[in-house]
């Protein structure tokens, strides 16, 4: 069996580190950073391909992306104004349910 994926190049964190924070940072530091997030990489990918092929399908598709990464890394915290621009790039017909949930969750909660 193969070693683990090489997806992320130790150059690249170092020179990120260095343009970003503008800090020198060690190759051990770098290395095991880079371990660490391409078993991430490695990971995701392997539950994505899992999920594609739970669906039967012979791709991979950003929904199975999405729940990979979630399982694996966690949920991203939207600000309300991501949130609001994300449910706006739905479909008319989505957002009539996206608004009848929230009637829903407002009544549930009554407010």
Request: glycine share 4%; hydrophobic share 40%.
């Amino acid at each position: 069996m193969p070693g683990q994926p090489d997806f992320i190049k130790d150059s690249m964190i170092k020179k990120y580190i260095r343009d970003t924070e503008k800090l020198r940072s060690s190759s051990k530091v770098v290395a095991t950073i880079n371990k660490q997030l391409n078993a991430i990489i490695q990971k995701v990918i392997t539950e994505a391909a899992a999920i594609a092929r739970e669906s039967g399908k012979k791709t991979i598709l950003q929904d199975d992306i999405v729940k990979a990464l979630e399982k694996h890394v966690g949920r991203e915290t939207l600000t309300w104004q991501q949130t609001l621009a994300q449910v706006l790039r739905q479909p008319a017909v989505n957002l009539r349910d996206i608004a009848n949930g929230i009637d829903e969750e407002l009544r549930r909660l009554k407010l």
